[in-house]
């Protein structure tokens, strides 16, 4: 399976400052996609891409933005941090088949 | 209608019971279906596969009844270990940012 590393695990920043979470994947596949996770809501994409240079929007992803410079990166920031974006946030990598393997997630806390 | 659908418990099973999960998902034309297995504050994380004629890995079966649009998840001989929440995944063709997730049952498996 493939090692998707996520950073920082655990983050608090404060309303209005960009924040960056990082996703490195070792496998060199070109399917990766960022998820927020909110009691209630389930997982719900935010963006995603399906190679270099390629980036899509997902269902929630005002306030969002990614970039793909090479295959083992996507990361993703928050342009003006808000309280609403306090969430626990997973980077997923497409794998064999239509399989998704997450990274362990990171705790986002908005203040 | 929702686009998948789970009943969120929580399912309070004794140890050695035999429980079930049903998820209802909305395309009929739908392909794809998994369910990932999810601790708390973990990430998901593949259980198995669902297939059309049905599929067993050791306590666990998935069955697909297309016809009334759900899948399900049989776990026997309930464990400790089994305590979790176990989300619904449902990918319609076209692309995988289509992949939809349950927001997941949660199953406690009490002593």
């Known amino acids: 399976d493939a090692e998707i590393t996520q950073s920082p695990r655990h983050k608090i920043t404060e309303t209005g400052r960009q924040v960056t979470l990082a996703c490195h994947q070792t496998?060199?596949?070109?399917?990766m996609f960022w998820y927020r996770q909110d009691l209630g809501h389930g997982l719900r994409l935010i963006h995603y891409?399906?190679?270099?240079?390629?980036?899509n929007k997902g269902e929630v992803s005002d306030g969002y933005s990614v970039s793909r410079s090479n295959t083992e990166d996507l990361p993703l920031t928050l342009e003006s941090a808000a309280s609403s974006q306090t969430s626990v946030y997973f980077c997923?990598?497409?794998?064999?088949?239509?399989?998704?393997?997450f990274g362990e997630g990171s705790w986002l806390t908005v203040v | 209608r929702k686009e998948v659908e789970q009943d969120p418990g929580p399912f309070n099973v004794p140890e050695g019971a035999t429980v079930a999960f049903n998820c209802t998902y909305s395309?009929?034309?739908?392909?794809?279906f998994f369910w990932y297995r999810q601790d708390c504050r973990k990430e998901p994380k593949l259980l198995m596969s669902?297939?059309?004629s049905g599929n067993e890995d050791g306590r666990f079966t998935a069955q697909l009844n297309r016809a009334s649009q759900y899948i399900s998840l049989l776990i026997r001989d309930s464990k400790l270990s089994d305590s979790a929440t176990y989300l619904c995944?449902?990918?319609?063709?076209?692309?995988?940012?289509?992949?939809?997730f349950g927001t997941g049952t949660k199953l406690q498996v009490i002593p």
């Open positions: 997923a990598v497409q794998g064999s088949g239509n399989t998704i393997y």
């Open positions: 496998w060199n596949h070109n399917n």
């Open positions: 395309n009929s034309a739908s392909q794809s």
């Open positions: 669902v297939y059309s």
């Open positions: 995944v449902v990918n319609p063709s076209g692309g995988y940012q289509k992949v939809t």
């Open positions: 891409s399906y190679g270099v240079h390629d980036t």
